[in-house]
T-cell receptor, first 113, second 111 residues
């Protein structure tokens, strides 16, 4: 297993569902990130974790709840989402937040009905 | 407000052409500027630039940063159809790992 992996790759959910996105990195990094990429919009940073501690929450609505149990795993728990939350959710990791190069996972394509 | 602006937003060229993609930025506490290539889904890292005037080169791709005028360019020479992708510019501000991305430039290289 190499790099940054994300599961599931595709997810369709209703507005009342609860689901979780999972990210795992096999690079020995200490910082992990969640990004949202909506159609025709710049990539948006959502959360940053460094050594399991959240260091950045970019004004993300509370219906998105991140969890970082260890430096290799990052989750994004979803509940009562809205159709406008449909997007590609990308996870990334870097050595730590002082290192610039982030390595991205393949993303989860989320559709909220 | 920190922002990164890329131009053009889209570009169509023919194989063998040379293209120049632009990225301008206004951020506080600039640390570095990064270029990514995004095909289908995950962006892949191309270059990281921290110093003005020093060209970074990888094969047919090269990039340079101008910290006085607050912009960077990405050049691709002798383009190939495999260069078709969205090219993202991102700027890191501060020490929190926060990357601010531009809208991306969609490049299409026709045979």
């Amino acid at each position: 297993e190499t790099g940054v992996t994300q599961t599931p790759r595709h997810l369709v959910m209703g507005m009342t569902n609860k689901k979780s996105l999972k990210c795992e990195q096999h690079l020995g990094h200490n910082a992990m990130y969640w990004y949202k990429q909506s159609a025709k919009k710049p990539l948006e940073l959502m959360f940053v974790y460094n050594f399991k501690e959240q260091t950045e929450n970019n004004s993300v609505p509370s219906r998105f709840s991140p969890e970082c149990p260890n430096s290799s795993h990052l989750f994004l728990h979803l509940h009562t989402l809205q159709p406008e939350d449909s997007a590609l959710y990308l996870c990334a990791s870097s050595q730590d937040t002082r290192t610039d190069t982030q390595y991205f996972g393949p993303g989860t394509r989320l559709t909220v009905l | 407000e920190d922002k990164v602006v890329q131009s053009p937003l889209s570009l169509v060229v023919h194989e063998g052409d040379t293209v120049t993609l632009n990225c301008s930025y206004e951020v506080t506490n600039f640390r570095s500027l990064l270029w990514y290539k995004q095909e289908k889904k995950a962006p892949t890292f191309l270059f990281m630039l921290t110093s003005s005037g020093i060209e970074k080169k990888s094969g047919r791709l090269s990039s340079i940063l101008d910290k006085k005028e607050l912009f960077s360019i990405l050049n691709i020479t002798a383009t190939q159809t495999g260069d078709s992708a969205v090219y993202l510019c991102a700027v890191e501000a501060g020490n929190t790992g926060k990357l601010i991305f531009g809208q991306g430039t969609t490049l299409q290289v026709k045979p």
